[in-house]
């Protein structure tokens, strides 16, 4: 079983649409969760850290649940410049020595 | 601020040859840098994590004597692929931390690629 997965996509959604990408680890004792946008050919940005409680950014939410070790990332109001793909970064440690990436979730919004 | 960059951006090189990559932190000093790799479609793999003035420390199945890690200077880390092959041909991505407690997020650079002829 790999360690982060995710639903490689491609998801093909219409500007506006709400869209959530779904992401399952493997280690319990995982302790820190992060989606990171990845453009064609370009490094990793931080989109934003994932809290147990849940957190929301603008038109993105974040979602964790510890039990089921699950995490989501939930768009709305989709825009074309929201196409990327959507990678899902587990940290074992917390202390950010050892990310662990998913394969990404590729997402194209269209006019 | 946190700005990392790498050097070449692209290279392309004959089967056999070694190639040095460069990371470097622009505006903050680095004591730890990790290089990952990215072959298409896949996830991003850490290769090594690299302390300022310590020996890397290599994730399972990267070879050290091929991928030869120097992290001499707080704002500096190399690679360098030797003897390089077409399997070898991969987006390679560095990232630099500060390591402190208050923040120890890692900031990429901008990724180099490589294409072994």
């Known amino acids: 079983r790999k360690e982060v997965e995710q639903d490689p996509g491609p998801f093909n959604v219409p500007e506006g649409a709400t869209v959530a990408f779904n992401c399952t680890y493997s280690?319990?004792?995982?302790?820190?969760f992060f989606w990171y946008r990845q453009d064609c050919r370009k490094e990793p940005k931080l989109l934003m850290s994932v809290y147990s409680s849940g957190n929301e950014d603008g038109r993105f939410t974040a979602q964790l649940n510890r039990a089921s070790q699950y995490i989501s990332l939930l768009i709305r109001d989709s825009k074309l410049s929201d196409s990327a793909t959507y990678l899902c970064v587990v940290d074992p440690t917390g202390t950010a020595s050892k990310l662990t990436f998913g394969t990404g979730t590729r997402l194209q919004v269209t006019l | 601020g946190a700005v990392v960059s790498q050097h070449p951006s692209w290279v392309i090189c004959k089967s056999g040859t070694s190639v040095k990559i460069e990371c470097r932190s622009l505006?903050?000093?680095?004591?730890?840098m990790f290089w990952y790799r990215q072959f298409p479609k896949q996830s991003l793999m850490l290769m090594a994590t690299s302390n300022e003035g310590s020996k890397a420390t290599y994730e399972q199945g990267v070879e050290k004597d091929k991928f030869l890690i120097n992290h001499a200077s707080l704002t500096l880390s190399t690679l360098t692929v030797t003897s390089a092959h077409p399997e070898d041909s991969s987006f390679y991505i560095c990232s630099a931390s500060t390591g402190t407690s208050f923040s120890n997020e890692q900031f990429f650079g901008p990724g180099t690629r490589l294409t072994v002829l």
């Open positions: 280690n319990s004792a995982s302790q820190s």
């Open positions: 505006d903050f000093q680095a004591t730890t």
